[in-house]
């Protein structure tokens, strides 16, 4: 079975920047649409960034210009480049497919605060 590993969450002041790593087993990573999720306090869990397989990126409006989704499936390996970083960005940040969606990892959290 598939497994998803995240991590690079921080604490980070607001302007500031964070590269999270989705690092995911089995050998259907590559043919797959994948995903960022983001879940906050008292919040649903949300997508934030999707890719295709090849690499094609889209974004929820409030972190177009700000995030950047990229894949290396050579290394089954999903990035997600986060900049000006903002208190509203705060939560646990998830890796999955865009559906139907493996179990989830632990997640990373990102916490943006002065």
């Known amino acids: 079975q598939v497994q998803l590993v995240e991590s690079g969450g921080n604490l980070v002041q607001p302007g500031g920047s964070l590269r999270l790593s989705c690092a995911a087993s089995?050998?259907?990573?590559?043919?797959?649409?994948m995903g960022w999720y983001r879940e906050a306090p008292g919040k649903q869990r949300e997508l934030v960034a999707g890719?295709?397989?090849?690499?094609?990126?889209n974004y929820i409006d409030s972190v177009k210009g700000r995030f950047t989704i990229s894949r290396d499936n050579a290394k089954n390996t999903m990035y997600l480049q986060m900049d000006s970083l903002k208190p509203e960005d705060t939560a646990v940040y998830y890796c999955?497919?865009?559906?139907?969606?493996?179990?989830w990892g632990q997640g990373t959290q990102v916490t943006v605060s002065a």
């Open positions: 089995g050998s259907m990573f590559s043919f797959v649409a």
């Open positions: 999955n497919k865009v559906r139907p969606w493996d179990y």
């Open positions: 890719i295709s397989a090849p690499g094609t990126p």
